[in-house]
């Protein structure tokens, strides 16, 4: 059973930066996609960025594209997430997401976190 563990949320100010971690167990983190997904209050949880076992292949969402990079180190079996220049409009719960299979990734993951705050003041 895959098991993952963000941290890194927190309070930051418009314009500055977070760095999310999740911290995979349960299987070697090299076997699966991974990526971050986000819920805003009263709003579907939403795709963020996903990269693919090896960091071949990185996919963003167009509201995150040129401020977030997602990233691994799959020695560590963690997957990151560096959010820069955050907007309000960027708070949410961040979700680490994990799946067998690339094309799942996006839509609908076969292993979830249980998420991190992060919210962003004006």
């Known amino acids: 059973q895959v098991q993952l563990v963000e941290s890194g949320g927190g309070l930051v100010q418009a314009g500055g930066s977070l760095r999310l971690s999740c911290t995979a167990s349960?299987?070697?983190?090299?076997?699966?996609?991974m990526g971050w997904f986000r819920q805003a209050p009263r709003k579907e949880r939403e795709f963020v960025a996903a990269?693919?076992?090896?960091?071949?292949?990185?996919v963003n969402a167009d509201s995150v594209k040129g401020r977030f990079t997602i990233s691994r180190d799959n020695a560590k079996n963690t997957l990151y997430l560096q959010a820069n220049s955050l907007k309000p409009e960027d708070t949410a719960v961040y979700y680490c997401?994990?799946?067998?299979?690339?094309?799942?990734?996006?839509?609908?993951?076969?292993?979830w976190g249980q998420g991190t705050q992060v919210t962003v003041s004006s």
């Open positions: 349960g299987r070697t983190s090299s076997s699966l996609h």
């Open positions: 990269i693919s076992r090896f960091a071949i292949t990185t």
């Open positions: 997401a994990a799946s067998d299979n690339w094309m799942t990734i996006k839509s609908k993951p076969d292993y």
